[in-house]
């Protein structure tokens, strides 16, 4: 009897553990001293429930109009679905308010051979400056921090055909740094 008792507890005690990592946990006191823990890297600070992304606001001389919107719903959903922070409307525990700085397609990247001008490669990249603050623990607070990320195509293309097969590459490119900057402390 008492070999089955064991033998369930082992079981039981298995289930538990396989639950706190693929599910994250908090370890330690609620409050100041928890930290969050998901298989993401990803560490809320104790104490932070909610998060709010301001609308970034577009400063680059070309502007592309969805550009601000992509990014700020972009955003949302990567701490929605990498921390447990709930979105607020206002200002939350942390908070992302952000800028478009550039927004551009460049050329020529390499010369051609036999010409002097045409680029066998443009570049097509994004910019954006944010500011992350947390209201709970600023250790961790950046301002305006640039962020660029960028893509090299063949010359070929126009650049829209260029954006259009590009530009949600980018922008997560561009969120999973602002992201990892913030949550992840790299």
């Given amino acids: 009897m008492k070999k089955y008792i064991v033998k369930g507890f082992g079981v039981y005690l298995a289930c ?3 639950c706190f990592v693929f599910a994250g946990c908090t370890i330690g006191k609620p409050g100041k001293w928890s930290m969050g823990y998901k298989l993401t890297g990803a560490i809320v600070p104790g104490g932070c429930v909610t998060a709010s992304v301001q609308y970034f606001q577009n400063q680059a001389l070309q502007v592309k109009p969805d550009l601000a919107t992509t990014l700020t719903e972009t955003l949302k959903d990567k701490i929605l679905s990498n921390t447990s922070l709930k979105i607020v409307n206002g200002v939350g525990d942390v908070n992302f308010e952000g800028i478009i700085e550039n927004y551009i397609t460049t050329q020529p990247m390499a010369p051609q051979a036999g010409t002097d001008v045409t680029g066998a490669l ?3 990249s ?4 944010v500011k992350y603050s947390n209201a709970k623990d600023q250790i961790y607070d950046f301002d305006f921090t640039s962020f660029t990320r960028f893509i090299d195509y063949k010359a070929t ?11 949600s590459d980018l922008v997560k490119q ?3 740094d602002v992201f990892n900057k913030a949550f ?3």
């Fill in 16 to 18: 538990i553990l396989i």
């Fill in 122 to 124: 443009n570049r097509y």
């Fill in 126 to 129: 994004i910019t954006i400056k």
């Fill in 157 to 167: 293309l126009t650049p829209e055909a260029a954006e259009q097969a590009n530009m």
């Fill in 174 to 176: 561009l969120v999973d």
């Fill in 184 to 186: 992840v402390n790299w």
